[in-house]
């Protein structure tokens, strides 16, 4: 994949360092909160996150479709209005559930960031708006991924200029038809980089894709074996817990 030398160097800025999957979360630091991202930049660790749409198309950073396991509360985070979920409590925190915006003026490009774009339907205009809207101003090193090529499309006709990866996992998926979606999908994206599952390391496609220049970031590295892996296989590495050493 050939692409412009200031593009090319945007890249490199982004894979600059590893990425702390959903911030360095730990005991009192959830998973996709304000004090995670503290702690990742205080590491001096880059930043992946997940993003979603509320009811009325706003985009808040939050992993689960479901609001059970991180909040307490019940139902689907898109059935929720922004005021709503802007004041959802974090279990067992003060924190509450953050807007994108206010992550990216939190984060301020200080460390390097991958957002992941979580919408496994074909309705993606609005969380692809939202989360473009969101990025308008922001200047630091920052890439929007996708398991959906649906959002990495829409990218490429709306928001070209940004870095955009295509997520992969071959789990369940190492037939002819898993070839195809991961064929179909490259071609729809036309990614910078690819985020690859560690666990299907080393892959002919990610190999292949390497070799023609897109770099291979690979989640989640929770091993030292992990972190072995990828040494070889891949260009960065999307992390948790003791790979951080």
């Given at each position: 994949?050939?692409?412009?030398?200031?593009?090319?160097?945007?890249?490199?800025?982004?894979?600059?360092?590893?990425?702390?999957?959903?911030?360095?979360?730990?005991?009192?630091?959830?998973?996709?909160?304000?004090?995670?991202?503290e702690?990742?930049?205080?590491?001096?660790?880059?930043?992946?996150?997940?993003?979603?749409?509320?009811?009325?198309?706003?985009?808040?950073?939050?992993?689960?479709?479901?609001?059970?396991?991180?909040?307490?509360?019940?139902?689907?985070?898109?059935?929720?209005?922004?005021?709503?979920?802007?004041?959802?409590?974090?279990?067992?925190?003060?924190?509450?559930?953050p807007?994108?915006?206010?992550?990216l003026?939190?984060?301020?490009?200080?460390?390097?960031?991958?957002?992941?774009?979580?919408?496994?339907?074909?309705?993606?205009?609005?969380?692809?708006?939202?989360?473009?809207?969101?990025?308008?101003?922001?200047?630091?090193?920052?890439?929007?991924?996708?398991?959906?090529?649906r959002?990495?499309?829409?990218?490429?006709?709306?928001?070209?200029?940004?870095?955009?990866?295509?997520?992969?996992?071959?789990?369940?998926?190492?037939?002819?038809?898993?070839?195809?979606?991961?064929?179909?999908?490259?071609?729809?994206?036309?990614?910078?980089?690819?985020?690859?599952?560690?666990r299907?390391?080393?892959?002919?496609?990610?190999?292949?894709?390497?070799a023609?220049?897109?770099?291979?970031?690979?989640?989640?590295?929770?091993?030292?074996?992990?972190?072995?892996?990828?040494?070889?296989?891949?260009?960065?590495?999307?992390?948790e817990?003791?790979?951080?050493?």
């Amino acid at each position: 994949m050939r692409s412009s030398p200031s593009r090319r160097a945007e890249l490199e800025r982004l894979g600059a360092r590893p990425f702390a999957h959903r911030g360095l979360h730990g005991p009192g630091r959830p998973e996709n909160s304000r004090a995670a991202f503290e702690a990742a930049i205080a590491a001096g660790s880059g930043i992946e996150l997940d993003v979603q749409a509320s009811r009325d198309g706003e985009a808040f950073v939050f992993h689960d479709y479901e609001l059970d396991r991180l909040t307490g509360a019940r139902g689907k985070l898109a059935d929720l209005s922004a005021d709503k979920l802007a004041g959802l409590r974090l279990s067992g925190t003060s924190e509450t559930v953050p807007p994108l915006a206010e992550v990216l003026s939190l984060i301020a490009g200080r460390v390097p960031l991958l957002i992941e774009v979580k919408s496994p339907h074909r309705r993606v205009l609005p969380l692809c708006r939202a989360v473009a809207r969101a990025l308008q101003d922001y200047r630091g090193a920052v890439g929007v991924m996708s398991f959906n090529p649906r959002v990495g499309a829409w990218f490429v006709r709306h928001a070209p200029e940004r870095l955009r990866g295509l997520v992969v996992t071959e789990s369940g998926k190492k037939g002819m038809r898993g070839r195809f979606e991961r064929y179909f999908g490259f071609a729809h994206v036309r990614p910078d980089f690819l985020a690859y599952d560690i666990r299907d390391l080393p892959s002919a496609f990610a190999a292949a894709k390497r070799a023609a220049g897109v770099p291979v970031f690979t989640w989640t590295v929770r091993s030292y074996a992990d972190r072995s892996g990828a040494a070889v296989y891949a260009d960065q590495i999307i992390y948790e817990g003791v790979a951080a050493a």
